[in-house]
């Protein structure tokens, strides 16, 4: 019996993954791209926050935050439709065939467990509701990396 149940927990396992059961990239995009990855990359640059999902060829999503003049980063529902300096607080594009495609917000909001800096782990989640009218939501965490 052990045996079976360790076969079949097996056979369930994702092939090819190489992320952790903390990344995932969800929504109904998936009809337009590929929503597969095999890792997430974490970088920070000043105050912008930037989340990779990396896959063999391209990149099927690319989340950039500006978390700057926000009083508490962490835990707070984050709005990437609002504007700082006249710019969207988040910007989500996806690299496809080598073309970045830019990939509006209309709503989404983005939540991060903590403080972004260099050397520690982030962990986070997004939701957004895309121009198109396809929805892309994402949970990450990782090394938050420098340039």
Known sequence: ????????????LPVGCTHSAAESLTGS?????DLTFSSVVILLEGSSVSVKYVATSGDPAYLVVDTANISNVAGSSIDLTQLVGGQ???????????N???LGISLGTVVLDQIP???????????????????????????????
């Open 100 to 102: 970045t495609n830019q």
């Open 29 to 33: 995009e998936s009809q337009v791209y």
């Open 117 to 147: 800096k260099v050397g520690s782990t982030l962990s986070g989640q997004f939701n957004a509701t895309l121009t198109d009218g396809f929805t892309l939501n994402g949970t990450f965490s990782g090394t938050v990396n420098a340039p």
């Open 88 to 98: 969207p607080r988040g910007v989500l594009q996806n690299v496809s065939d080598g």
């Open 1 to 12: 019996m052990m045996r079976w149940l360790c076969a079949l927990s097996l056979a369930l």
